[in-house]
Nanobody, 121 residues
């Protein structure tokens, strides 16, 4: 059974930083593409950053220049660090995994339960 577990969310003030982690277990496919999404209350999930099996990375415009996205392949762990956080970054953040490249489309096969990020002004 594939499981994705996010951690690292919390409450920060405007201008602060957070590093989110996502650990993947039970995943047996040799190819893994990973991504971060976020969901605002009452809205659909939107992509934040994605990384394909070869390590190529893409960012949504909202994150580009403020975020870094990396993975530890040996530990099957994905990281997202967001700097200069703003109140509009407040959302539930999810990680996702799939053998195929999905980039920032919310069509990944596997999803975590999410970690809440709250940014106060």
């Amino acid at each position: 059974q594939v499981q994705l577990v996010e951690s690292g969310g919390g409450s920060v003030q405007t201008g602060g930083s957070l590093t989110l982690s996502c650990t993947v277990s039970g995943y047996t496919d040799s190819r893994i593409c990973l991504a971060w999404f976020r969901q605002f209350p009452g809205k659909t999930r939107g992509g934040v950053a994605g990384i394909d099996n070869e390590g190529l990375i893409t960012f949504a415009d909202s994150a580009r220049g403020r975020a870094t996205n990396s993975k530890d392949s040996a530990r099957r762990t994905l990281f997202l660090r967001i700097n200069d956080l703003k109140p509009e970054d407040t959302a539930m953040y999810y990680c996702a995994a799939d053998p195929e490249v999905r980039w920032l489309l919310p069509t990944y096969e596997y999803w975590g339960q999410g970690t809440q990020v709250t940014v106060s002004s």
